[in-house]
């Protein structure tokens, strides 16, 4: 009986170290995961399949022509890292944040008006990055299976 009792609880402490990897083993099995879902393409959108879509998604909500498109493009470009360098630099003073980026998109507006000509469309440009993010958090929402998620209070 003693043996027994030896003999289970000896395979009981080999099965429990054998379950667990060592550290540097899951570290490595992470990365071959991560790169694994880069290569997924579709399945799985990364920065630049989302920066993909999203040119597609403003050039389809606009309505640009292509003549439209290369003038758009860059300005847009250049509006973009303006407030990513606004965010950096003023994130800590909420009123100077506001009143900068209220100053780069006044700045974005008077750059369109030449390219897209109806202020419509310039407000519409204005607004085209809201939707999108919307769009994208309800995407990956319903990808997965979570439910909608609640409106919100304005």
Known sequence: MKYLLYTLALSMVMVTTNAQRPQERRHHSNEQSKQADDKKGPGRPNRANIEMFKTKFITDQLALTSQEAEAFWPVYNEYKNGMRTIYKEKKENEIELQEAM????KKLASA?????????RINDALKIDKEFLKKMKNEMTHRRGGPPPPPRRD
């Open 112 to 120: 369109l008006k030449p390219i897209l000509k109806s202020d419509t």
């Open 102 to 105: 209220l100053t780069v998109r």
